[in-house]
């Protein structure tokens, strides 16, 4: 069986991530698995990509150029939506006419038009679907927050200006049109993303099921804390707390409530020695809102390196306001590290409340202040940090992940 794993780019964004864990994992059964994508950050042999050309950025400025002067000029929503009105032709590509499954990630952002969606699903290749977010089963938004226009017909969407084209209306009649010619199985990241695709009118007659993101357990793993602390620099006389600083500015991620709760923390707990280990480069925003030492650490993409980060630190937070399933969680749990989160997406299903970290209650403060505290607990941080890893191991080790895709490959289609 040939598997061709398609994705915007190799290695950056949490799907790109997520397809390339997939693709290693599969690997490692026996499955000839390649990735085809269109931003290659590697020369690794099993990834491939789409020939260069300088109508690439010219079809990622146009479809940007036409969602800003289509949603009120608005850059706070630019990137909320994708209207998928130019991309590549990738069915001429000898490695998609040579798959037997061709497995559909993160393909935004200019990468695949609606056309070239549709070129694929009349190829008569088998049609895997991982949704990483929404859109593939919306009109044209990544997260639809409390809007259910999708489960009957998107139109007007709240994240365009309503004085222009009606773009989720048309796009969602488009890939209604599209999703009728043979049948697709649709993936969820997480059983809350499978739950939400299957109220869309969009996915109605096809298949869909939930299966988590994949990780090597052998090298995100525990480590000795007190060696990766010394060896990243960082102070072995405090508690630290470990937070992912990309996108601080999206409201998305709460960075401002994490905020709040550290001033809880501060005039409840004054005596508590506390440092927020910050990976990314908004390191000084996060230092005049939170009233603790912040340790910035460089972004860092080998493998290796990000678990040394995770073992370095008490406890993970992730204060998302909405989020399917994290890598980040995954990578922490499988280093035995307890994390913090709120209890939205696809994150209750990571967290097991008060067994491997802490599941606060959504959007309040006072509780994830709380759930913080439990997780430094240095009577309970033993097991909490057992629990984690056995969670990783039986739920995102590369075997168990790749087994349930393979099974999803050799069934039966339907429709």
């Not at 259910?148 to 139109?155: D, N």
């Not at 280990?277 to 230092?287: C, D, L, Y």
Request: glycine share 6%; proline share 4%; charged share 20%.
């Amino acid at each position: 069986m040939k598997v061709l794993l398609v994705n915007t780019s190799e290695r950056v964004g949490g799907a790109a991530i997520a397809a390339n864990r997939l693709m290693e994992a599969l690997r490692k059964q026996g499955v000839k698995a390649q990735m085809l994508v269109r931003d290659r950050q590697t020369q690794q042999m099993s990834v491939v990509s789409i020939p260069t050309s300088l109508l690439l950025p010219l079809k990622f400025l146009w479809e940007r150029a036409v969602i800003f002067l289509n949603n009120g000029m608005r850059r706070s929503t630019l990137w909320a939506v994708d209207i998928a009105n130019t991309g590549n032709d990738i069915t001429q590509m000898p490695e998609f006419q040579h798959a037997d499954v061709v497995h559909l990630h993160w393909v935004n952002q200019s990468f695949l038009s609606l056309a070239s969606l549709e070129r694929i699903l009349r190829s008569g290749k088998r049609i895997v679907v991982t949704m990483h977010d929404m859109w593939y089963f919306t009109g044209i938004c990544h997260y639809a927050g409390e809007c259910a226009k999708y489960e009957s017909e998107c139109r007007e969407c709240p994240l365009m200006s309503r004085h222009g084209i009606d773009f989720a209306r048309r796009v969602f009649g488009r890939k209604q049109t599209m999703y009728a010619q043979q049948p697709i199985t649709f993936v969820g990241c997480s059983q809350w993303m499978a739950d939400m695709a299957r109220r869309s009118a969009l996915t109605r007659g096809h298949r869909v099921v939930s299966i988590p993101n994949a990780i090597n357990t052998d090298v995100f793993q525990p480590q000795d804390m007190a060696e990766a602390r010394r060896t990243l620099g960082l102070p072995q006389d405090m508690r630290l707390l470990l937070f992912g600083s990309q996108r601080i500015t999206d409201e998305r991620k709460g960075f401002a409530l994490l905020a709040e709760s550290c001033r809880i923390l501060r005039r409840e707990h004054p005596g508590l020695r506390l440092g927020i280990v910050v990976v990314g480069g908004a390191s000084e925003t996060v230092k005049n809102a939170v009233p603790y030492d912040v340790f910035p650490v460089s972004y860092v993409s080998k493998e290796l390196d990000l678990a040394r980060i995770y073992n370095a630190v008490d406890a993970y937070v992730t204060p998302s306001l909405q989020d399917n399933l994290p890598n980040t969680i995954v990578e922490a749990l499988a280093c035995g590290t307890p994390c913090v989160g709120f209890h939205v997406g696809g994150i209750p299903e990571m967290i097991d409340h008060q067994q491997n970290g802490y599941v606060a209650r959504y959007r309040d403060v006072q509780d994830f202040a709380h759930g913080i505290l439990y997780c430094l607990d240095p009577q309970r941080r033993q097991q909490l940090a057992e629990a984690a890893r056995q969670k990783a191991l039986a739920t995102y080790s590369e075997e168990h992940v790749a087994q349930l895709y393979t099974a999803v490959y050799e069934a039966e289609p339907q429709h």
